[in-house]
């Protein structure tokens, strides 16, 4: 008799799902044994051929467990290189290299991208094994409960003051006018600078929320990335009010 090939365990990935994740909170190789214990007992019931089945099984499982292994060293690669884009994204802005900053944002949303998938493909795995439970979906915080990502616009930066300010005092002489006016200016150029200042601060921010989850959580990435976006052209803006004030 020809031993009967488990059912399920023929194809461990799909490069067509998509799915999200978070780190396992349960051994997964343990759990992993229990399951094909189980399933070999019972198919040598069936059988009665255990040693073809035996074979059949553990390449099962060390495939399967080899795609956790890669899920996993993923994630850790994910959150080192979003932790580099965070400081990129951040010694781009202080020099002034906007034209840097779109390859930055698109090589995140290239690497979230990658993650989810590679998500989907462990919730594939884990079915297989029978450990749905252990994944990611009942790890993460639903959408609901969490943070919402934090949002910037213009009226949350700091105030460029005028000289016409109604709080500037009276001017005497024409002397007192111009020192005032290189007063201000001195005081204008601080403002926007600052304000460029607090959107990089923000950017950087987002990128770390983003990098202490391995970019796992396609709806955080999704509101982060989009924020980012925003937020950069904000900074152009306030980039291009500087320059009209230096000119």
């Known amino acids: 008799m020809q031993p009967t090939r488990p059912i399920g ?84 802005l202080a020099e002034e290299d906007s034209d840097a900053v ?5 090589e995140l949303d290239t690497l979230a991208a990658k993650v989810a998938v590679s998500e989907a493909e462990r919730q594939v795995v884990l079915r297989i094994l029978g450990m749905e439970d252990a994944g990611i979906e009942g790890a993460r915080t639903p959408t609901d409960d969490r943070d919402p990502v934090p949002t910037l616009t213009a009226a949350g930066l700091p105030r460029v003051p005028s000289l016409y300010d109604a709080e500037q005092p009276g001017y005497g002489t024409l002397t007192d006018m111009m020192a005032a006016r290189e007063r201000i200016a001195a ?32 709806a955080l990435n999704e509101e982060a990335l989009t924020e980012l976006r925003h937020s950069y052209a904000l900074w152009l803006a306030c980039a291009d009010e500087r320059q009209r004030d230096n000119s």
């Not at 005081?187 to 796992?216: C, D, G, K």
């Open 9 to 92: 365990m023929e194809d461990l990935t799909d490069d067509g799902r998509q799915g999200v994740r978070t780190e396992l909170e349960h051994d997964p190789l343990e759990t992993a044994r229990t399951h094909v214990r189980a399933l070999l007992h019972h198919i040598r019931m069936l059988t009665g051929e255990p040693g073809d089945v035996l074979d059949m099984a553990l390449q099962t499982a060390q495939r399967a467990f080899a795609e956790i292994d890669a899920c996993n060293s993923l994630l850790d690669a994910a959150s080192e290189r979003a932790h580099a884009l965070a400081r990129e994204l951040e010694d781009h």
């Open 187 to 218: 005081q204008r150029a601080a403002a926007h600078a600052r304000r460029s200042a607090v959107v990089t601060e923000h950017m950087t921010e987002i990128v770390m929320l983003l990098a202490n989850v391995s970019v796992s959580d396609p």
């Open 102 to 106: 779109p390859g930055l944002l698109d």
